[in-house]
């Protein structure tokens, strides 16, 4: 049980998971969730050799730093190592540029995987921005682009993106020549 809240806390990185969804997903009564989750904070806060903490933010439990990580989180923060956007965050950037407001799980549906780390990458390199809440069940959080944003990619308004249909047209002619075979001449033995 405790692996499976590790897991599950895991993957919904900052936007946090709910007791009621944790029951839900492990198929146990919420007091047992609850006194699993207590083990796991317990855990964590005991082990010296981990860097998490078991935290609850507006209903919603998280995996987070312990405090005496802060140095070395930060470090990375305003490092070299953390300069280069990785594709998944470009992908995700990009995701965000066409579709604001935009919710995490709509670009996870759109990309086919979790984002909530690259999401947490772009917040943290003020790339994107929380905007509100959308008003649907479990008032996901809402992101777009940021004014750092632009001035990142040395553009005056989202119009100066290129347009998805030309770029899909060209996409697909490109994919075209590269299997069109009619001018081979193939001989079959």
């Known amino acids: 049980m405790i692996a499976a809240l590790q897991a599950l806390l895991f993957v919904a990185g900052d936007d946090g998971i709910s007791l009621t969804d944790l029951s839900q997903l492990l ?5 047992v969730v ?3 989750l207590m083990r796991l904070a317990k855990k964590l806060a005991q082990d010296n050799d981990s860097g998490l903490r078991l935290t609850l933010i507006d209903g919603r439990f998280q995996l987070v730093t312990k405090k005496n990580q802060a140095n070395i989180v930060q470090q990375y923060a305003i490092s070299p ?3 280069k956007l990785s594709q998944a965050a ?3 950037l990009a995701i965000i540029a066409y579709r604001q407001p935009i919710t995490r799980l ?3 549906e759109i990309r086919g995987v979790q984002s909530s780390a690259m999401l947490q990458k772009l917040l943290q390199r003020d790339l994107i921005e929380v905007v509100g809440r959308q008003n649907s069940p479990g008032r996901p959080l809402l992101y777009q682009v940021s004014d750092y944003f632009y001035q990142y990619f040395g553009l005056s308004s989202l ?5 998805l249909t030309s770029l899909a047209e060209a996409n697909q002619a490109e994919e075209t020549s590269l299997f069109d075979f009619a001018d081979l001449d193939i001989q079959e033995d």
């Not at 119009?159 to 347009?163: G, Y």
């Open 27 to 31: 198929g146990k009564k919420a007091e």
């Open 106 to 108: 709509e670009i996870d």
């Open 90 to 92: 470009l992908e995700s």
């Open 81 to 83: 190592f953390s300069a």
């Open 159 to 163: 119009d100066q993106l290129p347009d």
């Open 34 to 36: 609850t006194y699993h």
